[in-house]
């Protein structure tokens, strides 16, 4: 009862209700999208070539919330502006230029964002004329025309002038619809796009195994699954709340007749410091063979076959990349030499520990430990419940990649309501004798 009273304080706060309304609205913005097809295309039959798909075609529907399966103007989804992300994230390792943008604060910051925005258009147009290519290429393989009809009504320049423009148009407006909600709603906007397309995709899924079955339910089938998405569960919300505490030491300082400094506090490290970008990152990046296909690169169809299939070929390539970006995001985001700066100037540091150099090394060890961790934690994640439940044979995509994210973003936006209703003073979402789901300590 005090998790449901506590969310009837959201509608006391008046700031924080049009936020929240805010967010739900562009959300079904969103998702009456999905349902709009993009011209020149029969959505029936793409619908049932993309239907019980797993590996890569699976995964890139699942994150588009069934767009793809739809041929939706969204069906590109948020991926063009992810890779976007991370070509800009390379960018600051190798260009000055970018990195020093990132040190000027607010300002760099804006201009680093308007980079991604034309990366994501010039992306979107790359990936929507290979998308073009590769529907009209269905119409002749065993996928398409050969079994249920083709695809593309009229194939030609005409056709893939109109998808370029519908899907690279669709892209940018899921990132107008993502930064609108970072700014004036709740969570990162991004994020919450994909968490929409995920759950909006359970209740399909339930009645998709209910017909397959034709009513016969297995219950040891059902006990299976369940468990795994209980466990995987208890799983996340362990590693994603689980933090290091770095004792911190403040120096004491006289001024006058008062003394100053001396405090204890404590430097947090989470052991998934990545959150659940890794994933996305990864999936992002198998989507690059399939649209090179289209283009005949040698290699490259061969490639996107054998990830269309989903065996263990893509597992063992998902799970590699993950951890790779894991080790990649943790390193570019957080930089024990500028923590180690930063204590130093504020007259602090880790007992026994000799500030600059020294603290940074201890910090930097300290942090690869735990990113061995977070990333063993992820692949683990995202791969064993997907083999599961394609090992009881169930056609529900809700796997560990999907459990990732959705828990992820779910756990970022609660705290984030329960930051504004503390602010307002207001108890959090759990009322006042429960642990925060921050998993802060208290100094």
Known sequence: MSVLAGFSNIGKVPELRKRVIFTLGLVAVYRVGVFISTPGVDRSVMNRIVTGQGGLLGLVNLFSGGALGNLSIFALGVMPYVSASIIMQLMGLVSPQVEEMRKEGESGRRKLEQWTRYGTLLLSLFQSFGVAMWLEGLNSADAGGGRFGDVVAHPGWGFRLMTMVTLTTGTLLIMWLGEQITDGGIGNGISLIIFAGIVAGIPKAIVGYWTGSAGDIQPMTVAVVVATLVVSIGVVVFFERAMRHIPIQYARRQVGRRVYGGQQAHLPLKVNMASMIPPIFASSLLMFPATLSSFNIPGMQLLSGILNRGDWVFQALYGLLIVFFTFFYTAVTFRPVDVADNLKKQQANIPGIRPGRQTA??????????????????????????????????????????LIIVVGVALETVNQIEAHLITHSYEGLTGPAATRLSGRRPA
């Open 361 to 402: 090394e201890f910090i930097d060890r300290v942090l690869s430990r735990l990113t061995v961790g977070g990333a063993i934690y992820l692949a683990a994640i995202c791969i064993i419940p997907s083999i599961i439940i394609q090992a009881v044979r169930v056609p529900f995509q809700f796997g560990g990649t999907s």
